[in-house]
């Protein structure tokens, strides 16, 4: 065990958020492994590091798709411990809740929060027996306050706050940290193009929630930042 090499695995690493924590997390000399459907994306965009692009391994998952979880884990245990986990990959519909299919509810549930729980439940034991890990989720804003248009990605971002929020609790004896970041709304492509076109001014950049994430991972002590709620400085989007 000891001789494993340490990793953060970032879920959704292909665009927005998940692109940017990946550069700043590698860029920081960490291990980065980043996994998404779209493995092509982080093969294009991992040049941009030079020299350090080889912290970063890029590797295709359905985050949805509990076997290819437990694929993924079993092959990178073998070499890797994962010290942090950043459940970052997300998918909304901004429909009513009317309007939304169920197969649309299901899809952004699985992937939201049972993604994220299955994740969870994969890296755990390992933490619990190294008696060190960091668990980070980038959540949302919909967990603090009520958006249209919103109710199952709402349900699904709510549901792992409350889940790891309890899951806190149990583990506090075993050094793990976990960090719920909710940002309001940041510039990323789970807007359409219509809404960036008209409100990205007044957005956040993810480049600056990776800065954010990564300054809060960093402390290594005994104070932890359990929760951190970050809005654009003129407020909600309306």
Same mark, same amino acid.
């Given at each position: 065990?000891? &001789?494993?090499?340490?990793?953060?695995?970032?879920?959704?690493?292909?665009?927005?958020?998940?692109?940017?924590?990946?550069?700043?997390?590698?860029?920081?000399?960490? %291990?980065?492994?980043?996994?998404?459907?779209?493995?092509?994306?982080?093969?294009?965009?991992?040049?941009?590091?030079?020299?350090?692009?080889?912290? %970063?391994? !890029?590797?295709?998952?359905?985050?949805?798709?509990?076997?290819?979880?437990?694929?993924?884990?079993?092959?990178?245990?073998?070499?890797?411990?994962?010290?942090?986990?950043?459940?970052?990959?997300?998918?909304?519909?901004?429909?009513?809740?009317?309007?939304?299919?169920?197969?649309?509810?299901?899809?952004?549930?699985? #992937?939201?929060?049972?993604?994220?729980?299955?994740?969870? &439940?994969? #890296?755990? !034991?390992?933490?619990?027996?190294?008696?060190?890990?960091? %668990?980070?989720?980038?959540?949302?804003?919909?967990?603090?306050?009520?958006?249209?248009?919103?109710?199952?990605?709402?349900?699904?971002?709510?549901?792992?706050?409350?889940?790891?929020?309890?899951?806190?609790?149990?583990?506090?004896?075993?050094?793990?940290?976990?960090?719920?970041?909710? !940002?309001?709304?940041?510039?990323?492509?789970?807007?359409?193009?219509? #809404?960036?076109?008209?409100?990205?001014?007044?957005?956040?950049?993810?480049?600056?929630?990776?800065?954010?994430?990564?300054?809060?991972?960093?402390?290594?002590?005994?104070?932890?930042?359990?929760?951190? #709620?970050?809005?654009?400085?003129?407020?909600?989007?309306?």
């Amino acid at each position: 065990m000891d &001789k494993l090499q340490k990793a953060v695995w970032i879920t959704g690493a292909s665009s927005g958020i998940g692109k940017e924590l990946t550069l700043e997390f590698a860029r920081k000399d960490e %291990i980065v492994i980043a996994t998404s459907r779209r493995v092509n994306l982080i093969e294009n965009y991992k040049k941009e590091l030079g020299e350090k692009e080889s912290n %970063i391994i !890029p590797v295709q998952l359905d985050i949805e798709d509990l076997k290819s979880i437990e694929n993924f884990y079993k092959k990178f245990s073998k070499d890797f411990f994962i010290a942090a986990l950043i459940n970052n990959a997300g998918v909304t519909s901004f429909k009513s809740a009317q309007e939304d299919s169920l197969e649309e509810i299901k899809r952004i549930i699985e #992937v939201n929060l049972l993604g994220a729980i299955y994740s969870i &439940k994969k #890296v755990l !034991p390992q933490m619990i027996e190294m008696n060190y890990g960091t %668990i980070i989720n980038i959540l949302s804003v919909v967990t603090h306050k009520v958006f249209l248009g919103s109710s199952a990605y709402s349900a699904s971002k709510a549901g792992l706050l409350a889940y790891t929020n309890s899951l806190r609790e149990e583990i506090r004896e075993n050094n793990i940290r976990i960090i719920n970041i909710i !940002p309001g709304a940041t510039k990323t492509p789970i807007w359409n193009s219509s #809404v960036l076109e008209k409100k990205s001014h007044r957005m956040m950049s993810p480049e600056e929630i990776a800065k954010l994430v990564y300054y809060v991972y960093s402390i290594k002590s005994n104070l932890v930042t359990e929760e951190i #709620v970050i809005r654009p400085i003129q407020g909600d989007l309306e």
